[in-house]
């Protein structure tokens, strides 16, 4: 093998790794940001877990974070407690951050 080669394996699995990380962020901001709106909701405990996990999962449904706000908008809506998405977008960017400490104090 060359060092080409070893290189350009190197970058492929760097790029996994990041790709990865991002996932999890991803997925632990949207837990969180669950976990909030479960609390706006009067949700406490195994039920408010149980909400974070459906709005982890609904980061699935569609590329991007609009299915989220989407689902988290039209909860809080029903709820009365109507939230507009700048500000359910907003405190995602908070929680990214957050998501980002703990996913990063676990990996070391």
């Not at 989407?70 to 009365?80: P, V």
Request: charged share 35%.
């Amino acid at each position: 093998m060359t060092t080409f080669d070893d290189r350009e394996k190197a970058f492929e699995a760097q790029y996994e790794h990041d790709e990865q990380l991002k996932f999890k962020v991803n997925a632990r901001r949207n837990k969180l940001l669950g976990l909030w709106a479960a609390g706006l909701l009067g949700k406490a405990g195994a039920e408010a877990e149980a909400y974070a996990k459906e709005v982890v999962m609904a980061d699935f449904e569609k590329p991007g974070d609009s299915d989220v706000v989407h689902k988290l908008m039209s909860d809080l809506a029903a709820a009365g407690k109507p939230m507009e998405d700048h500000t359910i977008r907003k405190q995602s960017e908070r929680l990214a951050e957050e998501a980002k400490k703990q996913i990063m104090s676990e990996v070391r």
